[in-house]
């Protein structure tokens, strides 16, 4: 029998798979919000928003359920990175590990020093990496990047991401209810029960972390970190010796799965309900004002300069190695691309100034323009680098 010839993956399935394509839809997202708040449209975007779905408002709805379920897929990737990736040795850690911190604690400083103690609270904001923005802009450049760069992305703002985990955890938490964290430790006991015990079905973790979800969001504690909890909790790896050791494991399936609806679904509307800013009517002091200026340069420059300086510091040591055939002009192209913070950014955002409509808007003005210039110009730089490989095209 003549054996069928392979069929060629669909447009849409191309475009699925692609790295750069959840970035190119959220940043089509955006830019929808931005058109929308400064519309005629603007009063029904705000009242959609703020209308009430049972016990929670379609923003809240959005900000605290639907973003558990990305913070669920950051905290799948952490763990897969830190026990069987990317990070699961200290060697590999070291480089991404020490460039992320000087990228989480440069970018603040920055900002500290150009705000007050009214709004120091913000600080956190240019501190986060947009994995899907950043890793899509530098697949677009192909082959002119170096692997061990991508590689080096993507731990880098993995770090990042639970370095962000933590510090929502520690810095933007208030209110405490004790019974509803005490129940939503003898949750979490059970799930890593449920891991102990070998079990691998994935519904009775998921049931369980909807009761974590809302005990989480009771308790005072952001209830997307609820997300990252379970996450911890989701076996790695199959049971050995049974039928079944060799099928992908819980949290495999579980990341795989959650791939297209974070990417194209869940991040897109969070940057639907999020990114839009009305300019219009805005005093033209908050294009210039502390927090605008901070979170953007704390993106453009204290990322940059904070990643670049970090690992060039860590090389010269000898605590970590160089990206393998990438040349120092790259590594500052991929520093570059770190300050793209636009999801994370306007996360913390929400949690740094809840209900102070003014500043939410100027810090969001920097993320946008902080985040556009230093992806393109890391792209720019990226572009036109020399590799230290001669087999990697230059131009």
Not at 296 to 310: M, T
Request: aromatic content about 8%; glycine content about 12%.
């Amino acid at each position: 029998m003549t054996k069928a010839p392979h069929a060629r993956p669909s447009a849409l399935r191309r475009f699925l798979e692609g790295q750069s394509s959840a970035g190119l839809v959220l940043m089509g997202a955006a830019a929808l919000a931005l058109v929308i708040a400064n519309s005629p449209l603007a009063g029904a975007y705000e009242a959609v928003l703020h209308a009430y779905l049972g016990p929670l408002s379609v923003s809240h709805w959005i900000n605290d359920g639907l973003m558990a379920v990305f913070f669920l897929l950051v905290g799948l990737e952490i763990k897969r990175e830190v026990l069987d990736g990317q990070l699961s040795t200290w060697p590999r850690r070291a480089l991404p590990g020490i460039a992320a911190a000087g990228g989480m604690a440069v970018p603040a400083l920055v900002y500290l020093l150009l705000n007050g103690p009214e709004t120091a609270h913000g600080w956190a904001i240019p501190a986060a990496t947009d994995i899907a923005f950043a890793l899509g802009v530098i697949s677009l450049l192909g082959n002119r990047v170096p692997a061990s760069l991508r590689v080096f992305l993507a731990a880098l703002a993995i770090i990042d991401d639970l370095g962000a985990v933590i510090i929502i955890a520690l810095f933007y938490t208030s209110g405490l209810s004790l019974p509803d964290l005490a129940g939503a430790a003898l949750v979490l006991a059970v799930l890593f029960g449920l891991n102990r015990a070998g079990v691998t079905r994935l519904l009775p973790y998921m049931l369980l972390g909807l009761v974590l979800w809302v005990l989480v969001l009771r308790s005072g504690v952001h209830a997307t970190l609820a997300g990252v909890f379970l996450a911890l909790a989701i076996p790695l790896h199959t049971t050995r010796g049974t039928p079944d050791s060799d099928a992908p494991s819980p949290l495999h399936r579980l990341e795989h799965a959650l791939h297209l609806p974070v990417g194209f679904l869940i991040v897109p509307v969070f940057g639907l309900a999020n990114a839009g800013v009305t300019v219009i009517g805005l005093p033209g002091s908050a294009l210039a004002a502390p927090v605008t200026l901070g979170v953007g340069l704390g993106l453009l420059i204290g990322k940059a300069v904070g990643v670049f300086g970090a690992s060039m510091l860590s090389i010269r040591l000898g605590l970590a190695d160089m990206p393998a055939y990438a040349s120092r002009t790259q590594l500052f192209g991929t520093a570059l691309l770190c300050g793209i913070g636009f999801t994370m950014s306007l996360f913390i955002t929400l949690l740094a100034f809840p209900g102070e409509a003014l500043l939410q808007a100027e810090a969001k003005i920097g993320i946008l323009a902080g985040s556009f210039v230093s992806g393109l110009l890391g792209y720019a730089l990226l572009r036109v680098a020399r590799s230290d490989w001669p087999g990697t095209p230059s131009r």
